[in-house]
């Protein structure tokens, strides 16, 4: 089922991809290698660089070098658009955002095609850094693996230890129901480390009754919703993100890449909501707000993740983690939304309420996509 989820999530990206790219295709300039009278796209006659009917240049082209050209000009607009809008987006949010929406669309790249970018590029970017503040992250795992294995060994010995003293013939009962306690106790504890590890326990409920009487483990498989295909589906996907946190980061890394356009129509009725009162605003407007907000912030997350691999320490990186996203958003809505001050800031601290639940919806997705998977 997860395949089908994953291809539905790639259908979709392509499609975006597809409608931002042939949308600039129809203002491109290329030089071709001949012209034509009549548009060999749909046949109307022609009467200047371009056609009057469908927007296709007159000349067209045939060579190689052309195709990388194209791949660059339709994407991006490396001929400045690109470089108008950077800029713009970093330190004048809020202007790009309304110039944009009140009709100056040739001059910027468009909300749309920036986020594609900014996603395809940082997801590239993090799957050799590790993410802004991932360089040690392998380090620690590797520490962690170690530490489980040392205390499994310590805990195997401990159990073979007590169950040769329950074994003693000339053992009072007293003495042996106390040891009989005692290894419910440490089954249990190993029940632990062994479901850290491998996502199952070692020992089942009934050889680790502590001293009480009860169960001391309670793993994922003794657990029950009612709803059978759920309490299915939750317990192998437990065991698989516990015994391979590797393949389930890579997994939810890659689900992240093909879904993260989900993120704009989750965003959307918190950015309504967030604005209610400011009238002459539309849905349109809202997604390009949203569009251009999370396309600055996968770009900023990008730059402190090559900050980070170049030595930059995290102190100063999760500074501008913490500082940089709010103001950045601040700007935007107030010169978006043509907000005051005060208004601007209340505003701001809904919405950043509403990132948060956004961000947990969008976790929750992929991680039930993981589940699939």
Not at 255 to 276: C, D, M, Q
Not at 288 to 315: K, P
Request: glycine fraction near 8%; include cysteine.
């Amino acid at each position: 089922m997860a395949g089908e989820f994953e291809a539905a999530g790639t259908i979709v990206e392509g499609a975006l991809v597809a409608t931002a790219v042939e949308q600039s295709n129809l203002g491109q300039t290329t030089t071709g290698s001949h012209a034509e009278h009549d548009c060999l796209n749909c046949g109307a006659a022609l009467a200047g660089p371009y056609c009057a009917q469908c927007g296709q240049q007159a000349h067209v082209h045939r060579t190689l070098s052309a195709i990388w050209h194209d791949i660059l000009h339709s994407v991006l607009h490396f001929d400045g658009k690109l470089w108008r809008t950077l800029p713009m987006l970093a330190f004048k949010p809020g202007e790009l955002t309304r110039r944009y929406v009140h009709g100056e669309r040739a001059k910027f790249v468009s909300p749309m095609a920036l986020f594609l970018f900014s996603i395809f590029l940082m997801f590239a970017v993090f799957s050799f850094t590790g993410g802004p503040f991932g360089s040690g992250t392998s380090t620690h795992n590797v520490s962690i693996k170690k530490d489980f294995a040392s205390e499994a060994k310590k805990l195997d010995a401990e159990i073979a230890e007590t169950e040769a003293k329950i074994a003693d013939p000339k053992l009072s009962q007293a003495m042996k129901v106390s040891l009989l306690s005692k290894l419910g106790d440490l089954k249990a504890d190993r029940n632990v480390v062994a479901f850290a590890q491998t996502g199952k326990a070692k020992y089942s409920n009934a050889e680790t009754q502590g001293s009480d009487g009860n169960s001391s483990m309670s793993v994922l498989e003794n657990e029950s919703t009612g709803i059978k295909w759920l309490d299915t589906l939750i317990q192998k996907g437990g065991e698989k993100m516990v015994s391979n946190p590797n393949l389930v980061l890579y997994k939810l890394q890659s689900n992240g890449y093909k879904f993260a356009w989900l993120l704009i129509p989750l965003s959307l009725p918190f950015v309504w909501l967030a604005t209610l009162g400011v009238r002459g605003h539309h849905f349109y407007d809202h997604a390009v707000f949203t569009t251009y907000s999370i396309a600055f912030m996968c770009l900023l997350f990008l730059l402190l993740a090559i900050l980070s691999r170049i030595g930059i320490g995290s102190n100063v990186l999760g500074f501008a983690f913490i500082l940089i996203p709010p103001v950045h958003l601040y700007k935007q809505l107030r010169h978006s939304y043509a907000l005051t001050r005060p208004g601007a800031i209340v505003r701001l601290v809904l919405l950043s309420a509403f990132i948060w639940l956004v961000l947990l919806a969008f976790v929750m997705i992929l991680f039930l996509l993981g589940f699939l998977g």
